[in-house]
C-alpha cells in the first residue's frame, strides 16, 4: 500500500504542476488581451472593442449588443453616443409624475441619423435603440425594397402615462410607455413623396409589404419586445417598439 503511495506522488505531484501552469499561462494570456483592448493604439477595430463605447454608425458585430447595453445604462455615454451620429436629441429636465410614470434621461427627439421624426420626448436609451435600427435596418430595407431612403419616420409617441391595454381591456400593470421605455412607428415618408403607413400598406404592393415586414423584423434586433399588425388589432396600424421584456417578437 505504502509502496502504492509513492507511485502516485509524482503523478499528482506532475497534475498539480499542470495545472498550475495551466492557470498562470491563461492568466497571462488575459492581462495581454486587457493590454491589447486598453491602449489607445489599439490595432482591434472600436466595434470589436468591447471597451470602447457604440458607434451607431459602425458595423454591426457580436460586440455590439454590450456596447449597447453599456450605452444605454450611462445617460452621458448615450447622449455622446447619438451626438457623434448626428442624432438631435435636446436634453429636458427628468419628468417625475405619481409612482408609476416619468421619464428619466429625458429629451426632445427630432432627428435621427437618416431620418426626421416630429419632435417627441422619450428616454436617451430608447431614442440610441430606435436610432440603431433606423440606421442599420429601416434605410437598407428602403434602399432594397423601395429603391429610395427614407426622410422621416411616422410616430404616434413613446412617453404616456397609462396602464397597458390588451384585447380584453385596460390590465393592473402600467405600460412601458409609462417610462418612455417604448416608441410606437405607424409608417414613413419617403424621400421620393410616398407615404407608407401600416395600416394601409402592411398589405400592399409587394415592395411595400417586403419592405414593412423587414423592418419589423429588424427592430427585433434593437428591442426586447416588438408587436405589430400580425399580433392583434391593437396594433394594426403600428409597431410597438418596447425596450424592456423577453425577446418576443411578433
Known amino acids: 500500500m ?21 492557470v498562470l499561462s491563461l492568466a497571462l494570456l488575459g492581462l495581454v488581451a486587457l493590454w491589447v483592448l486598453l491602449r489607445p493604439d489599439s490595432v482591434l477595430p472600436d466595434h470589436w472593442n468591447p471597451t470602447r463605447p457604440l458607434s451607431i454608425t459602425a458595423p454591426v458585430t457580436p460586440v ?16 455622446d453616443v447619438l451626438a457623434r451620429a448626428g442624432v438631435v436629441f435636446s436634453q429636458m429636465e427628468p419628468l417625475t409624475s405619481g409612482d408609476h410614470c416619468g421619464i428619466s434621461q429625458r429629451g426632445s427627439l427630432s432627428s435621427l441619423v437618416g431620418a426626421q421624426l416630429s419632435p417627441v ?27 429610395t431612403d427614407v426622410a422621416q419616420l411616422l410616430h404616434i409617441g413613446s412617453y404616456n402615462c397609462r396602464k397597458m391595454r390588451t384585447a380584453r381591456g385596460t390590465e393592473n400593470a402600467w405600460s412601458s410607455h409609462a417610462t418612455a421605455g417604448a416608441f410606437d412607428i405607424t409608417g414613413a415618408l419617403l424621400s421620393d413623396g410616398r407615404r407608407l403607413t401600416l395600416l394601409r400598406n402592411w398589405n400592399g404592393t409587394p415592395e411595400e409589404a417586403a419592405f414593412l415586414r423587414q423592418i419589423w423584423r429588424g ?32
Open 64 to 79: 455590439t449588443r454590450w456596447q449597447l447595453r453599456m450605452a444605454t445604462r450611462d445617460e452621458a455615454v448615450c447622449r
Open 219 to 250: 427592430s427585433c434586433t434593437w428591442f426586447r419586445l416588438v408587436l405589430g399588425p400580425e399580433y392583434n388589432r391593437l396594433h394594426a396600424d403600428h409597431f410597438h417598439l418596447q425596450a424592456n421584456g423577453w425577446g418576443f417578437c411578433r
Open 2 to 22: 505504502e509502496e502504492e503511495t509513492k507511485k502516485r506522488r509524482p503523478f499528482l505531484q506532475r497534475a498539480a504542476l499542470f495545472l498550475l501552469s495551466s
Open 121 to 147: 420626448e422619450t428616454r436617451c436609451a430608447t431614442a440610441l435603440r430606435l436610432a440603431m435600427w433606423e440606421h442599420h435596418d429601416v434605410q437598407p430595407a428602403a434602399h432594397q425594397h423601395l429603391g
